[in-house]
């Protein structure tokens, strides 16, 4: 009976390991779709939400304003979501870079791909993320720097 009770908890251990950002990303899917909606309305009304004291701003939005009115976002979030058009580049010195397209543009002809930077630790799960899966980001303005993953845990 033990030997049985230890491999259920072997299984499910091993199970838990399995998952990966695709995994958290399919689950957590319809939270950031509709979080994502929300950010894009408030942006295109001027009502933007905030997070730890920045104003955030979904990047369609950022990129039909005209030059001053970008300034007044420099240093504050944009809401970023796209697919990776390439593989993640590593650098020891700048973390990770990856190019996209935006999820809004993906239907165009030719599409503009944007460039972004993540942290180190996140190589391995821009890597293996399906292609054809969004990405959900909040990156630094005015460059699309020091990026975070939106919807994946930590560590897992």
């Not at 001027?46 to 997070?51: D, E, I, L, P, Q």
């Not at 944009?78 to 020891?92: A, E, H």
């Amino acid at each position: 009976m033990r030997c049985v009770i230890f491999w259920i908890f072997f299984a499910v251990c091993f199970a838990e390991t399995k998952k990966d950002i695709n995994y958290y990303l399919e689950k957590n899917h319809a939270n950031l779709w509709e979080f994502y909606q929300t950010i894009k309305k408030q942006s295109l009304e001027g009502k933007y939400a905030t997070f730890r004291k920045r104003l955030i701003i979904d990047q369609k939005n950022y990129t039909l304003l005209n030059k001053w009115q970008k300034k007044k976002f420099d240093g504050q979030i944009v809401l970023v979501v796209f697919y990776k058009t390439s593989k993640p580049n590593y650098s020891n010195f700048g973390g990770v870079s990856i190019d996209g397209v935006l999820v809004d543009d993906k239907d165009e002809k030719v599409p503009k791909t944007y460039y972004y930077k993540f942290d180190g630790r996140y190589y391995t799960d821009l890597e293996i993320v399906d292609s054809k899966r969004a990405l959900y980001a909040y990156c630094i303005l005015p460059h699309f720097k020091h990026c975070i993953l939106l919807g994946i845990p930590y560590y897992y």
